[in-house]
């Protein structure tokens, strides 16, 4: 279901326009009919979300609880349904600044690491595509930073998924890449002026990105993904 819930981020997204400036708070009693069993002074006094994730995660939450009911707790399902509609501001917010993966286990439903965890799971494909335009620091996110180092996410590694990236959206969606990109041999040049994602050109000049975008399966495929 955490793989599922990738897809869910900004589904119901309907333009690109900044979310900052559409934040809002959820009243306690609004929070606690579409997450019955969170914790609203944990997760969602004081905390902001936009619009779109909102619509986004009550979308989630609905099919989830449809689908996998009495085979997944629903607390979990709604952890992961507030994932979807969470905007991260800082760790303190969390109050995870100081913990590492040892401060899990499986009782604790209030330690916010796993909640963290779920968070950038479910979000950080969307900011990895936005190598596609200035939009973020993808890869280079704090939260993201956060995720890895708890992981110990070697550096060889990092690289082989801003590859991933790179590689995924000339053959999908851009013309050419202005450069060599088995060359790529730092994580943190990928939006940086003459970084790697500005190496991309012809966006949407791509002959297959029409196509790609409407079939799943030939799009799977020409991305030989297994």
Not at 4 to 23: G, N, P, Y
Not at 57 to 67: A, E, P
Not at 122 to 148: A, Q, T
Request: hydrophobic residues 35%; glycine residues 4%.
């Amino acid at each position: 279901m955490l793989i599922l819930s990738t897809m869910f981020e900004s589904i119901l997204r309907i333009d690109e326009k900044s979310s900052s400036k559409v934040l809002c708070e959820l009243s306690e009693n609004y929070f606690k009919k579409l997450y019955p069993t969170l914790d609203y002074n944990n997760l969602g006094k004081n905390i902001a979300l936009s619009t779109h994730q909102l619509a986004s995660s009550i979308f989630f939450i609905v099919l989830m609880k449809k689908c996998f009911k009495g085979s997944i707790p629903e607390y979990e399902i709604e952890l992961l349904g507030k994932g979807v509609s969470y905007h991260y501001k800082d760790d303190q917010t969390l109050n995870i600044e100081n913990l590492t993966l040892t401060n899990i286990t499986d009782n604790n439903n209030n330690n916010n690491l796993k909640f963290f965890i779920y968070y950038v799971i479910i979000v950080c494909g969307h900011y990895l595509d936005h190598c596609r335009g200035p939009y973020s620091d993808m890869i280079n996110e704090p939260y993201i930073k956060k995720l890895f180092n708890l992981f110990d996410i070697k550096e060889k590694d990092r690289i082989e998924l801003v590859k991933l990236v790179v590689n995924t959206l000339r053959i999908t969606e851009f013309k050419r890449y202005d450069g060599k990109i088995k060359n790529i041999n730092k994580s943190s040049q990928m939006i940086k002026k003459n970084g790697y994602c500005s190496q991309l050109r012809g966006r949407k000049y791509n002959p297959l990105y029409k196509t790609l975008s409407l079939d799943f399966e030939k799009c799977y495929t020409t991305l030989t993904l297994n």
